[in-house]
């Protein structure tokens, strides 16, 4: 895929990979729809790559339609939709038995719900079209058994199980679904999991970015 010109969303982009994936396609003269909770860091990221910028939470109910409907009002459309944006669960992280509803809801809400929302409300202009690509960022744990990390790892395995579906569904329509896993990096979201890792043993955001934005590339 030439990224010149294709209209992309990215969640989760005032900070880590989001960020990182910002500055990395803005290089490629890719047009940026850039969503996060947090304004002010994410005007930054959007000054920093001339990308306009939406301050959304990905997992309220009314999240998706307001992003489609930006991406729709500040890009016309959108052809590529990355879906970054992640939550830990409670932190410290805890085991399952100590884990209650709220928590486990608000992690499904982010890293599960917030994903089909948005890809629902734009994977059938995709399909209209015949052209697109989702990638839905995920992690290890989404197939490893880590204790403590129940709230996210069952949100990041129904995460690869919607990508699946969503591909099965739409074989032949032109809409292509990647899944996507960044392994351990040095940001904010790692430290807070594991505070005690050292930094060094762990990859860059703007390099792990590097091979995201290679897959995208080498898509059709």
Known sequence: ????????IITGASRGLGAALARGLAAKGAKLLL????AGPLAEV???????AVTVDV???GGALAIAAAAQALLGGVD??????SVLGPVPLKGLLDTTDDELE??????????????????????????????????????NVYPTWGAYGVSKAGLEHLGRIWAAELEGRGVQF??????GMDTKMHADAMPDADPATLARPAVVAERLIAQLEGSS
């Open 106 to 143: 608000a992690a499904l809400e982010v890293n599960l719900l917030g994903p089909f929302r948005l890809t629902r409300a734009l994977a059938g202009a995709m399909a209209l079209k015949g052209r697109g690509v989702v990638v839905h960022v995920t992690s290890d744990a989404a197939t």
């Open 80 to 85: 590529v939709v990355i879906h970054n944006a």
């Open 46 to 52: 959007a000054r920093a790559t001339n990308a306009h």
């Open 35 to 38: 969503v996060a909770r947090n």
């Open 59 to 61: 997992g309220a109910p």
């Open 178 to 183: 990647i899944t996507f896993d960044p392994g």
């Open 1 to 8: 895929m030439e990224l010149k010109n294709r209209r992309v």
